[in-house]
């Protein structure tokens, strides 16, 4: 699972969305439960993750990984990943840092739940206001 994790990072690095997006089973979910107002709170089927993530490099510029831990569980196929990254905010070119931690079950060798937590005051603060990151996030 270590592998897996390490593997979905460097895609996110890479921009490679389509192919982070890739890793989900073609029914997995993407779940965000501390999802802001106006942001969606899960996204299902791999088709739709993909479309969800296609652009997030034009809003985020993913530049390295600063802090990592994966926590094996006694659970087969979860895994739970603390990770911080940084990079730009591309309209802006402010840097960020934001840390999350997923909730990852793996079934088959593909992802079948996804549950972020990420703190979306943060995220607001780094996009310059909870209207930018609004704005980012919805359709």
């Not at 897996?4 to 990072?9: G, I, K, S």
């Not at 802001?36 to 299902?44: H, I, Q, T």
Request: no cysteine; net charge negative.
């Amino acid at each position: 699972m270590r592998d897996f994790v390490e593997h979905a990072l460097e895609l996110l690095l890479k921009h490679d969305m389509a192919g982070f997006a890739g890793l989900w089973a073609e029914d997995g979910v993407l779940e965000f439960p501390f999802a802001a107002p106006g942001y969606p709170k899960r996204v299902e089927g791999r088709d739709a993750i993909r479309e969800y993530l296609r652009d997030y490099p034009n809003l985020l510029d993913i530049r390295e990984v600063t802090a990592k831990t994966v926590h094996e569980t006694t659970a087969p196929g979860v895994v739970v990943a603390e990770f911080t990254v940084a990079g730009v905010v591309v309209a802006t070119q402010r840097p960020y840092e934001l840390s999350y931690i997923a909730v990852i079950t793996v079934e088959d060798g593909a992802i079948r739940s996804y549950r972020d937590y990420w703190s979306p005051l943060a995220a607001a603060e780094v996009l310059g206001g909870i209207d930018e990151l609004t704005a980012a996030f919805s359709d």
